[in-house]
């Protein structure tokens, strides 16, 4: 079993650069994909980015490529989600998930989340 612990959110003014991360316990951290979801108020979760265990492969999702960079400290049991330049549409509830089992651009498919980190991007 996995727990996974975000912090790193709150209230920011646009234009800031907020680092969050995603504390795991379980030594099978690392040989585990995560991701970063996102779920703005009244709309559906969806997916931010995601990285492979060793780190070496990325994915974003569209509206934020150049812009958020994911990372992971394995040695840490952490995963990072850098989020640069923030604008009021980032406002949002983050959320840390890890291990999927298909799509890893699918929420469905990640057994194990954590329990989220609200970050309020002020303009």
């Known amino acids: 079993q996995v727990q996974l612990v975000e912090s790193g959110g709150g209230l920011v003014q646009a234009g800031n650069s907020p680092r969050l991360s995603c504390a795991a316990s379980g030594r099978t951290f690392s040989s585990y994909t995560m991701g970063w979801f996102r779920q703005a108020p009244g709309k559906e979760r969806d997916f931010v980015a995601a990285i492979t265990w060793s780190g070496g492969i990325t994915y974003y999702a569209d509206s934020v490529k150049g812009q958020f960079t994911i990372s992971r400290d394995n040695a840490k049991n952490t995963v990072y989600l850098q989020m640069n330049s923030l604008k009021p549409e980032d406002t949002a509830v983050y959320f840390c998930?890890?291990?999927?089992?298909?799509?890893?651009?699918?929420?469905?498919?990640?057994?194990?989340w954590g329990q989220g980190t609200q970050v309020t991007v002020s303009s």
């Open positions: 998930a890890g291990n999927p089992t298909r799509n890893i651009l699918e929420g469905r498919t990640y057994n194990y």
